[in-house]
């Protein structure tokens, strides 16, 4: 599984690369229904780029990112200060008597500072950082999609709800922010052969057994640990990589756009290291085919998915 990615969310970097059009619609409803209490977590590089808006749209966008983000830094300078002041309270009672509870509460207000300090210098950074455009399932991204013919933009959801399906399958299916190959005429048969959507990645990030990173057997009454592996391919290069997307609505719901990313059977060294899946980038020349789908002829798509770029997946533990 998939359980994070590197993106690309740059929007001008897709027109460039693809020639794609941001749906600015859909980033415009994206982040007003959040700057009205959605929860939609949206990375900081997919705000950072409308940092320079060039059209009435996106200076519209940029408002709207800069309210919410001027809203939080109220809510978090409030929290600081209520932290800050329970932290005192505990140190003055230490310095009388050590108790569980006050050392307890000294550390959990001196972490939630910290915590919170970091969300702070977050919002306020200007320097872009790796971690910007890092997405987890619930998180959004630019996907492309084909639309009349042209390539299009839109921001979804990594966790797909297909259309039709109630809400409460994000809580009752999980893990579908993937979609297995050898299930894609079974649970995803709505939107194979039919809605095809390609994710910009750069590298991805798997939860592995360490005992499986290296390759050998647990000792008698060891504990297994789990260990987060980046993946990089090589040479260096962004990934196309497979999707299925879907637009679901619902009377009084707003419309959610979301997308699940392809996975298959694990290239060698990505197995070596410890996974059993792995996303399919496909290769650019099959772009076009991919998002114009015919689900009459599901042996074509199959094809693109085996027909796929081939790096070689360097890794490392993750930061």
Same mark, same amino acid.
């Given at each position: 599984?998939?359980?994070?990615?590197?993106?690309?969310?740059?929007?001008?970097?897709?027109?460039?690369?693809?020639?794609?059009?941001?749906?600015?619609?859909?980033?415009?409803?994206? *982040?007003?229904?959040?700057?009205?209490?959605?929860?939609?977590?949206?990375?900081?590089?997919?705000?950072?780029? *409308?940092?320079?808006?060039?059209?009435?749209?996106?200076? &519209?966008?940029?408002?709207?990112?800069?309210?919410?983000?001027?809203?939080?830094?109220?809510?978090?300078?409030?929290?600081? *200060?209520?932290?800050?002041?329970?932290?005192?309270?505990?140190? #003055?009672?230490?310095?009388?008597?050590?108790?569980?509870?006050?050392?307890?509460?000294?550390?959990?207000?001196?972490?939630?500072?910290?915590?919170?300090?970091?969300?702070?210098?977050?919002?306020? #950074?200007?320097?872009?950082?790796? #971690?910007?455009?890092?997405? *987890?399932?619930?998180?959004?991204?630019?996907?492309?999609?084909?639309?009349?013919?042209?390539?299009?933009?839109?921001?979804?959801?990594?966790?797909? #709800?297909?259309?039709?399906? =109630?809400?409460?399958?994000?809580?009752?299916?999980?893990?579908?922010?993937? %979609?297995?190959?050898?299930?894609?005429?079974?649970?995803?048969?709505?939107?194979?052969?039919?809605?095809?959507?390609?994710?910009?990645?750069? %590298?991805?990030?798997?939860?592995?057994?360490?005992?499986?990173?290296?390759?050998?057997?647990?000792?008698?009454?060891?504990?297994?640990?789990?260990?987060?592996?980046?993946?990089?391919?090589?040479?260096?290069?962004?990934?196309?990589?497979?999707?299925?997307?879907?637009?679901?609505?619902?009377?009084? &719901?707003?419309?959610?756009?979301?997308?699940?990313?392809?996975?298959?059977?694990?290239?060698?060294?990505?197995?070596?290291?410890?996974?059993?899946?792995?996303?399919? =980038?496909?290769? =650019?020349?099959?772009?076009?085919?991919?998002?114009? =789908?015919?689900?009459?002829?599901?042996?074509?798509?199959?094809?693109?998915?085996?027909?796929?770029?081939?790096?070689?997946?360097?890794?490392?533990?993750? %930061?």
């Amino acid at each position: 599984m998939c359980y994070s990615a590197q993106i690309q969310a740059d929007y001008r970097k897709f027109v460039r690369m693809f020639g794609a059009t941001m749906s600015i619609k859909e980033f415009a409803r994206l *982040f007003f229904e959040r700057a009205e209490g959605s929860k939609a977590k949206i990375p900081k590089a997919m705000e950072d780029a *409308f940092s320079e808006a060039q059209s009435d749209a996106e200076r &519209e966008v940029k408002a709207l990112i800069d309210r919410f983000n001027a809203e939080q830094v109220t809510k978090l300078e409030q929290d600081l *200060f209520k932290l800050r002041a329970r932290l005192a309270d505990a140190e #003055r009672s230490l310095q009388t008597k050590v108790t569980k509870a006050t050392t307890e509460s000294r550390r959990i207000a001196t972490d939630k500072i910290a915590w919170t300090l970091g969300k702070l210098e977050d919002i306020r #950074r200007t320097e872009p950082q790796a #971690r910007d455009s890092r997405i *987890f399932p619930g998180h959004y991204a630019p996907v492309m999609v084909m639309e009349n013919g042209q390539r299009v933009l839109k921001p979804m959801r990594y966790q797909c #709800r297909i259309a039709g399906k =109630p809400a409460s399958y994000d809580v009752k299916f999980p893990g579908t922010y993937n %979609a297995r190959r050898d299930n894609l005429e079974g649970f995803w048969k709505p939107l194979f052969g039919y809605l095809h959507g390609i994710l910009v990645v750069n %590298a991805f990030y798997e939860n592995v057994s360490r005992a499986k990173m290296e390759g050998r057997d647990l000792a008698e009454g060891e504990r297994d640990e789990n260990v987060v592996l980046e993946f990089r391919p090589n040479p260096a290069h962004d990934m196309l990589v497979a999707c299925l997307w879907s637009r679901w609505s619902a009377p009084g &719901e707003p419309d959610l756009l979301s997308f699940a990313a392809i996975t298959d059977e694990p290239p060698a060294e990505v197995a070596a290291a410890g996974h059993d899946r792995c996303i399919i =980038p496909i290769k =650019p020349e099959n772009v076009d085919a991919w998002l114009n =789908p015919d689900a009459s002829d599901l042996a074509a798509l199959y094809a693109i998915l085996d027909d796929r770029d081939r790096p070689y997946y360097e890794h490392r533990m993750a %930061a």
